[in-house]
């Protein structure tokens, strides 16, 4: 896992404040922290920049005309990141009622007029260093989510993923009463392709298999995974039985057409896939494991009966 580590690019600044003069300033004692400075004079305008720039932090006005700093912060909250990045609102108001308003609004921190320069850069660097870190966390995070999901070898999704969707879409296509179909693909004679080749051999050939799937389930949410150590499932929702079986075809042919030489294998010179089709529209109140049952049986048939075949369990 990568190092968290600060941005190696100049943060950019946001400055929004009606008064002119109260933006030069700002604008100064931020460059001369080595900061990019944008400027705004009131809410709309800020909301615009915000939306084309996407700084690392806004500094925001309470009082401005057109859309004060409360409404514009609002605003914000509402855009993508928006919620994200840290707002600092920078007022003469310093009321309770208006300190509370602003953190209500989504401000993360709050400062005075006349400001306290010194005070006021440490805030600026705090925030931006704390939101840094924070966004590289969740980075970090969704990585460990992603790993966590994923066959190491094949970067397909795991058996794990595919159980956990499998039952979403079961749940989701019963809802929609709309048809679910599932392949499971085994390939042919693969541990006598391990013992004649050997396991790096074994491991590049899982890969191409892998790749060859992946392009075969081409729509968004289809799921391929690696089921079993030479097994693969396909979860193809929103798909009848016919098209079902046209993917399995396809994907025979498609593996076939690798030929990745396998002279021990009984049915072909070449790297050979089973595959059994099974498919359904999911009622809630039904076990999802049927499906996967009806899938097994029909891959079992196709090696009863020679291999290298696809073969349907209505």
């Given at each position: ?14 400055v929004v404040d009606d008064d002119k003069t109260m933006r030069r300033l700002l604008r100064r004692a931020m460059e001369q922290e080595g900061y990019q400075v944008v400027e705004a004079s009131d809410g709309e305008e800020c909301v615009t920049a915000y939306k084309s720039i996407q700084p690392h ?179 193809l929702p929103n798909t009848n039985a016919e098209s079902a079986l046209q993917v399995a075809e396809e994907i025979r042919l498609e593996i076939a057409a690798l030929k990745i030489v396998h002279e021990p294998s009984t049915v072909s010179q070449y790297i050979t896939m089973s595959l059994g089709v ?37």
């Amino acid at each position: 896992m990568k190092t968290l580590s600060l941005p190696q690019q100049p943060p950019v600044i946001l400055v929004v404040d009606d008064d002119k003069t109260m933006r030069r300033l700002l604008r100064r004692a931020m460059e001369q922290e080595g900061y990019q400075v944008v400027e705004a004079s009131d809410g709309e305008e800020c909301v615009t920049a915000y939306k084309s720039i996407q700084p690392h932090i806004v500094l925001l006005d309470a009082m401005m005309p057109v859309m004060d700093g409360f409404a514009c912060a609002r605003a914000l909250q509402a855009l993508p990141g928006g919620d994200r990045t840290p707002l600092l609102m920078i007022t003469g108001l310093d009321d309770p009622q208006s300190v509370d308003r602003a953190f209500e609004v989504g401000a993360t921190d709050y400062v005075t007029k006349p400001i306290h320069w010194p005070v006021l850069r440490q805030r600026v660097r705090r925030l931006i260093e704390t939101a840094s870190l924070f966004k590289q966390l969740e980075a970090a995070n969704l990585e460990l989510q992603r790993l966590a999901s994923s066959d190491g070898l094949t970067l397909l999704a795991n058996r794990r993923r595919f159980e956990e969707y499998f039952q979403q879409q079961w749940l989701q296509m019963a809802q929609e009463q709309l048809p679910l179909s599932l392949i499971l693909g085994d390939i042919d004679f693969f541990k006598l392709y391990n013992d004649t080749y050997g396991h790096q051999a074994g491991d590049e050939c899982l890969k191409a298999v892998a790749a060859v799937l992946t392009l075969a389930a081409k729509q968004q949410p289809d799921l391929v995974a690696r089921y079993g150590g030479e097994e693969f499932a396909i979860l193809l929702p929103n798909t009848n039985a016919e098209s079902a079986l046209q993917v399995a075809e396809e994907i025979r042919l498609e593996i076939a057409a690798l030929k990745i030489v396998h002279e021990p294998s009984t049915v072909s010179q070449y790297i050979t896939m089973s595959l059994g089709v099974a498919s359904t529209i999911p009622e809630s109140n039904l076990n999802p494991a049927a499906l996967i049952s009806l899938a097994d049986k029909a891959l079992y048939q196709a090696k009863n009966e020679g291999r290298d075949r696809v073969s349907f369990d209505p």
